[in-house]
């Protein structure tokens, strides 16, 4: 049994050696849970794909979140995005590194595929007549007569791409800078389908889809805010 002296010296040493601790400060270790490192992750990939005008990638909210999977993967494990003469896919390839595992790739793409559609500004004119017959004859039998998509054939849907990134994207199919790499069983069906492909059929077929079934047109600045034209008078 101690005595009251002996409690009070028990008390004080211990009051010693905490105090002795060296002081942690909150604000240098930053625990987040794992909602918060999705919408961090969700803000940095916004950066570059929204609607803005001086944007670098692609719009992607309402894509299909196995799509987007399946792409993120692939530049998280190098199938796409190793070459530095395909720009924005190395840029791409640089960024989709930083997503450390599968619950943050599976966050961002979930998180994408839940959003509302965006609207696009019209970028590629081309004959909508010629490049429906075109898309009727190459790509409805894998697409979709509406762009819609088989998951089944590895089919994306063309629904929500726009202009200027879909013509993008079949230019470097048919170049070689996509679909090069063995595991990227789609991509290399499309770089087999795009070989034979001219420029004119690339604009018109283009044109097509995002006319009949792609995002909801949107203006851009200068015809939002340019003044009305003036009429001569009679």
Request: glycine residues 8%; aromatic residues 10%; contains cysteine.
């Amino acid at each position: 049994m101690i005595t009251l002296m002996q409690f009070f010296i028990f008390i004080g040493t211990t009051i010693l050696l905490f105090s002795c601790v060296p002081e942690v400060k909150k604000d240098s270790v930053v625990l987040m849970s794992d909602s918060q490192r999705g919408e961090t992750l969700v803000a940095e990939c916004m950066l570059c794909h929204s609607n803005k005008e001086a944007q670098r990638g692609p719009i992607l909210h309402g894509m299909e979140m196995w799509y987007l999977m399946d792409q993120l993967e692939k530049f998280r494990s190098g199938v796409r995005g190793k070459l530095a003469s395909n720009r924005s896919e190395y840029l791409m390839g640089v960024g989709a590194r930083k997503i450390k595992d599968d619950f943050e790739l599976a966050y961002v793409a979930n998180w994408f595929s839940e959003q509302d559609p965006l609207p696009a500004i019209r970028t590629v004119q081309g004959s909508l007549e010629e490049g429906k017959e075109y898309f009727n004859q190459r790509c409805a039998s894998c697409h979709g007569g509406n762009g819609e998509g088989n998951r089944l054939l590895n089919a994306p849907s063309l629904q929500r791409l726009e202009g200027w990134y879909f013509l993008e994207q079949m230019r470097k199919f048919r170049s070689g800078e996509r679909g090069y790499h063995p595991q990227d069983i789609g991509g290399q069906a499309m770089a087999a389908a795009s070989q034979e492909i001219s420029d004119r059929n690339l604009r018109n077929v283009v044109a097509y889809c995002v006319d009949a079934f792609g995002p909801e047109e949107e203006l851009s600045n200068r015809d939002r805010l340019a003044p009305n034209k003036s009429v001569k008078p009679f």
